[in-house]
């Protein structure tokens, strides 16, 4: 069965930090590209940052450059997302995608609010 499951969302201020982390289940973590998406209220779902299948390559929107870094540990099965300097703009529904086409999966996602 194939599970994608996020946590570390929360509540942080503006200005602070989260890490989200994504394990991985029920396939072959090593041969799919990952992703962070995030949607907000009234938006469409954006994606904020990937990384190659081996984790030798990323690239990030440029909303986010400079403050978020994803990377890969395929021992493990799990990508994560630190995420700095968070502003309130960064307040979404976080969701972990694996993608080696045509296959994809999501996760369920996890909340992050940037609120004073």
């Known amino acids: 069965q194939v599970q994608l499951v996020e946590s570390g969302g929360g509540l942080v201020q503006p200005g602070g930090s989260l890490n989200l982390s994504c394990a991985a289940s029920g396939f072959t973590f090593s041969k799919f590209t990952m992703r962070w998406y995030r949607q907000a209220p009234g938006k469409e779902r954006e994606s904020v940052a990937v990384i190659s299948r081996a984790g030798g390559s990323t690239n990030y929107a440029d909303s986010v450059k400079g403050r978020f870094t994803i990377s890969k540990d395929n021992t493990k099965n799990t990508v994560l997302l630190q995420m700095n300097s968070l502003k309130p703009e960064d307040t979404a529904a976080y969701f972990c995608?694996?993608?080696?086409?045509?296959?994809?999966?999501w996760g369920q996602g996890t909340q992050v609010t940037v609120s004073s």
């Open positions: 995608n694996a993608e080696n086409w045509p296959t994809n999966y």
